[in-house]
Structure formats: C-alpha cells, structure tokens
C-alpha cells in the first residue's frame, strides 16, 4: 500500500509541475509544456523516490521528511526551526481562540488537543459539521506553514474494551487526517495512529477524566534539515 500511495505522490507533483508552467505555442496558439519544464517534473519525481528509499528503515516521522525534502520541500535549520514555529505557534493560537481547542509547545512541536466532546458525538468516528469550520481555520495555517508534518492521534478513556477504544481511536484520527487532505493538506505530510486508552491525561474514573481523554491530538513536527 505505501509504494502505491508513493507512486500516487509522484505523479501528482509531477502533473503539477506540468500543469503550472505551460506556455503558448507561437505557430499554433496551443498549450504546450517546454522540455525544461518536463525535466523539472521528473526530477522532482524522482527526488521523492530517493527520499523515500533513503529512508525505508525509519521511523514514519523520519521517513517522511526525508519524502517532502526529496520532493523540493526545503528543510529548516539552526535557529530558522524555533522562529518557524513560534510564529506557527502565534497563527494557530489566535485562529483557535474560543474553539475549545488548545494549543500547546513541546520544545520543537506543537500539539493541538482536539476534544471529543466538540469534534464527536459519543461513540462516533464522524466529525460534527459545527466543527469543520474550525478545522478549516487549522487547514489555512498548515498550508502557509507547509514545512511541518502532522501527526493525528485518536485517543479514547477505558470505558468499553480495548479492542474497541483502539478502533475508536483510529478511526477518530482517520477522520480528521482525511478532512486536512480533503482540504488540500498533501498526504506525506499527514500522519494518522489510534492509541486507544493507552495514553490517559486524566483520571479515568472520573467523567471530568474521562472527557480529557476523549480526544483527538494533532501534534506538528519541523521538518529539519538535518533529518535529510
């Protein structure tokens, strides 16, 4: 499955590169796409491949970055890394204010703690139409700060069996990962994993603790130039 969802990346940063640079034949007034042009694309596609080859024994976070700087994706260094993110980090505060979601740094990365209560009915994988608009308020900055990865992680409290918080989880996370590539969030930047009940915030046997640990974390990673 990930060589095709490769394969589907490759060809998607080519096409666009084709597409966003035709010029007009002179003679015939047609749409043409130059030689350069062509090349740029392929190379582009091929980045991505040596990327991910480069990379294959990783971690996924790993992997990944090593993907979009084989693609073009400039990678962050020296100090450029905590400026990147501090001004994320303003972005998103002032765009989330009022949401109920909160926004917190862990050195480098950014977690935003998505809440069940205000992103899913209980028991349920479907996100709450009076939520997207939030999450599209999220999507605006992650597409002007397109050097991060996103990592959605679903999270449940221990009522019910493990089995089913785990797929609970997954397919909360699963939702929300798709709803940023809906949006236009590129797919190699998009990370999803269910934790279940594995990673408790709170107190579970308590309803307060248990509404903590229903939620959703989107945690936002650097992509650092080093990590190539």
Not at 100 to 129: A, Q, W
Not at 179 to 190: A, E, N, P, T
């Amino acid at each position: 499955m990930r060589y095709r969802l490769l394969t589907v990346a490759v060809i998607a940063a080519m096409s666009a590169s084709v597409s966003g640079c035709k010029t007009l034949d002179a003679y015939t007034g047609e749409q043409k796409t130059s030689s350069t042009t062509k090349g740029s694309a392929i190379g582009a596609g091929i980045g991505a491949i040596i990327g991910y080859v480069s990379a294959r024994d990783k971690s996924s976070r790993d992997r990944r970055k090593a993907i979009l700087i084989g693609a073009g994706v400039g990678g962050l260094s020296g100090a450029a890394v905590g400026n990147y993110m501090d001004r994320q980090e303003a972005k998103l505060r002032k765009q989330l204010e009022g949401s109920g979601v909160s926004v917190t740094r862990n050195g480098d990365d950014l977690i935003l703690n998505m809440p069940g209560n205000i992103t899913f009915d209980t028991g349920k994988s479907d996100l709450k139409p009076e939520f997207h608009k939030v999450l599209d308020s999220v999507v605006l900055v992650l597409k002007e700060f397109d050097k991060t990865l996103i990592e959605v992680a679903g999270h449940t409290d221990s009522v019910g069996s493990k089995e089913s918080n785990q797929k609970l989880s997954y397919y909360r996370a699963t939702s929300v990962g798709n709803y940023l590539m809906d949006k236009g969030i590129d797919f190699d930047r998009v990370m999803t994993v269910g934790r279940g009940e594995d990673r408790p915030i709170a107190d579970n046997s308590t309803a307060a603790g248990r509404q903590q640990n229903r939620r959703v974390e989107l945690t936002l990673i650097p992509v650092k130039a080093e990590d190539k």
